[in-house]
């Protein structure tokens, strides 16, 4: 499927006086797909036909990526947590298995919080975490990232282009599984839609709000009630093997698949490996 037919697929829900595009397909358990900065529910294409097949796919666009609601402000990561309840209420959704990557992790880890309080509009089934800043002092963030998110970011989004999007995201794929010409012209387009491009410094204030809330986001994943799975592509240089050995050192009886050679990707890298640690962690 293709960017606008995933589009047109879709559906657009108002949340508090802002739209945000989701998708839900398939019937059986509930799976929730929380995807990453700075692309959009779209990172899953490669795993939706496959896995609608089985589960409920629910997934969206969270506030300020891909098609929802982009505007010149930040986020708070409990922010997407509460529209993910929303709509979540909204599809009449009780109970649901959990898949994340990158900065949809850390939502994740907020909604485990808020499960583990028993303040969630739904109950989580399983935690599935794809590579992504657990830990923020294992995460090491991109030389962009970090200057975006300095008092200059402001002005240095001006200068942002398709070229340093195809740059950075060639630096985090695996070496052996860059991503396709059509790969990057779908990113830019996600990322460009309703002139998001023009904000994404400000979307990067969630590697604050991981500093900011360290303990109670890897507190919830220390003491999860619900089985938790992280499956992680080991030479991703953001957060890959050594983010990993991070993991088995602080969550009690981790639960690990190491994919070796895969980076920061691995949806869109190694699909079919991916899909393989989701039905055997969650059943097929």
């Given at each position: 499927?293709?960017?606008?037919?995933?589009?047109?697929?879709?559906?657009?829900?108002?949340?508090?006086?802002?739209?945000?595009?989701?998708?839900?397909?398939?019937?059986?358990?509930?799976?929730?797909?929380?995807?990453?900065?700075?692309?959009?529910?779209?990172?899953?294409?490669?795993?939706?036909?496959?896995?609608?097949?089985?589960?409920?796919?629910?997934?969206?666009?969270?506030?300020?990526?891909?098609?929802?609601?982009?505007?010149?402000?930040?986020?708070?990561?409990?922010?997407?947590?509460?529209?993910?309840?929303?709509?979540?209420?909204?599809?009449?959704?009780?109970?649901?298995?959990?898949?994340?990557?990158?900065?949809?992790?850390?939502?994740?880890?907020?909604l485990l919080a808020q499960h583990l309080e028993k303040s969630?509009?739904?109950?989580?089934?399983?935690?599935?975490?794809?590579?992504?800043?657990?830990?923020?002092?294992?995460?090491?963030?991109?030389?962009?990232?970090?200057?975006?998110?300095?008092?200059?970011?402001?002005?240095?989004?001006?200068?942002?282009?398709?070229?340093?999007?195809?740059?950075?995201?060639?630096?985090?794929?695996?070496?052996?599984?860059?991503?396709?010409?059509?790969?990057?012209?779908?990113?830019?387009?996600?990322?460009?839609?309703?002139?998001?491009?023009?904000?994404?410094?400000?979307?990067?204030?969630?590697?604050?709000?991981?500093?900011?809330?360290?303990?109670?986001?890897?507190?919830?994943?220390?003491?999860?009630?619900?089985?938790?799975?992280?499956?992680?592509?080991?030479?991703?240089?953001?957060?890959?093997?050594?983010?990993?050995?991070?993991?088995?050192?602080?969550?009690?009886?981790?639960?690990?698949?190491?994919?070796?050679?895969?980076?920061?990707?691995?949806?869109?890298?190694?699909?079919?490996?991916?899909?393989?640690?989701?039905?055997?962690?969650?059943?097929?």
């Amino acid at each position: 499927m293709q960017l606008n037919q995933w589009r047109e697929s879709g559906q657009f829900l108002d949340i508090n006086h802002q739209r945000v595009f989701y998708q839900t397909e398939g019937k059986g358990p509930v799976l929730l797909l929380i995807h990453g900065y700075p692309t959009a529910s779209f990172d899953w294409i490669k795993l939706w036909p496959a896995l609608t097949k089985t589960f409920r796919c629910v997934t969206l666009d969270m506030l300020g990526f891909g098609f929802s609601t982009k505007a010149p402000k930040k986020h708070l990561i409990k922010e997407q947590a509460a529209v993910i309840s929303a709509l979540m209420e909204h599809l009449k959704v009780s109970h649901a298995h959990v898949l994340s990557h990158d900065y949809g992790d850390t939502v994740a880890q907020e909604l485990l919080a808020q499960h583990l309080e028993k303040s969630l509009s739904f109950c989580i089934n399983s935690l599935h975490l794809l590579n992504g800043g657990l830990f923020p002092e294992t995460h090491r963030a991109l030389p962009i990232q970090k200057l975006l998110l300095s008092p200059i970011g402001g002005l240095l989004i001006r200068f942002l282009n398709k070229n340093a999007i195809r740059k950075s995201m060639h630096n985090i794929f695996g070496q052996n599984t860059p991503p396709s010409d059509r790969d990057i012209d779908d990113f830019w387009a996600l990322i460009t839609e309703n002139n998001g491009h023009k904000y994404m410094h400000l979307l990067l204030d969630y590697m604050k709000q991981r500093k900011q809330y360290r303990e109670r986001w890897v507190g919830a994943l220390q003491n999860a009630n619900v089985p938790v799975r992280l499956t992680a592509g080991m030479a991703d240089p953001i957060s890959g093997a050594h983010m990993a050995a991070r993991y088995r050192a602080l969550i009690p009886n981790a639960d690990v698949v190491e994919l070796a050679d895969i980076g920061h990707y691995p949806q869109i890298e190694s699909a079919e490996v991916v899909l393989e640690s989701v039905f055997e962690f969650i059943g097929n």
